[in-house]
């Protein structure tokens, strides 16, 4: 429990999301109109906050988030939602009731490695994080529109903290929306690193025990709210009226 009010839980998840939104576009992860994160709300569990459709990441500010419900009804905000966006968050949001924020982008290195339809492994420290703790949804049927595609994305996440969609991108949760921001920012730097480890040689695997140990000391909620942390501090900092 945290020892806030509801209102005052809202307000620092709608805080959280402005300025994870924020962070994603000073990390070059916008593109475009793609991109999405989410916050359950703390009073009406089967509704959650958005990033409004065609806003770019940089501009959004704690008032501009929309409150959407199950089927996708904006109750509160001015704006549209990413129908993709809304598929995808609500199964998971739905399948996972513990998760109170997901992540998804369009970013570069999320999306390359993504075309290679593979996990993770475990090939610096940081990666460490997600081993044994990430999957891969190994399918890829166009924009996900679908009821049942956005299912099918949920159940393979399964009870992890991320998943690979293939020839797509990256999706992470959390039980804050700093856990999934961190995660995000973690998995999409840790793509990028095998990346560039594998275009010049065959990176040496850290073995399965001394993996798991590394995940249990940094794969903690507890360490990614504690990463987040100084991100986000700096970025208010920076850009004060995401507050707004």
Request: with cysteine; aromatic share 8%.
């Amino acid at each position: 429990m945290t020892g806030l009010t509801p209102a005052q839980e809202r307000l620092r998840r709608q805080r959280q999301l402005a300025a994870t939104c924020r962070l994603f576009a000073r990390y070059g992860f916008d593109e475009g109109a793609g991109g999405h994160v989410t916050a359950r709300d703390p009073e009406e569990p089967d509704r959650f906050w958005i990033n409004p459709f065609g806003m770019h990441f940089g501009h959004v500010r704690v008032s501009d988030l929309l409150l959407v419900d199950a089927a996708g009804a904006v109750l509160a905000g001015s704006g549209r939602i990413n129908p993709a966006g809304y598929v995808i968050h609500s199964h998971v949001h739905a399948a996972r009731p513990e998760v109170v924020a997901a992540a998804h982008t369009h970013s570069t290195h999320g999306r390359a490695w993504s075309a290679l339809g593979r996990p993770l492994d475990p090939i610096t420290q940081d990666a460490c994080a997600f081993y044994d703790d990430h999957t891969v949804f190994d399918d890829y049927t166009g924009v996900v529109l679908a009821d049942e595609e956005g299912k099918r994305i949920a159940d393979a996440l399964g009870e992890a903290k991320a998943v690979v969609l293939r020839n797509h991108g990256l999706l992470t949760v959390g039980a804050s929306v700093a856990e999934a921001a961190w995660w995000f920012i973690a998995m999409d730097r840790s793509c990028q690193v095998q990346l560039l480890a594998e275009a010049a040689g065959r990176p040496v695997l850290i073995g399965a025990a001394e993996a798991a140990e590394t995940r249990r000391t940094i794969g903690t909620p507890a360490i990614a709210r504690l990463n987040f942390r100084p991100l986000y501090t700096d970025i208010v900092r920076a850009q004060p009226d995401l507050l707004d």
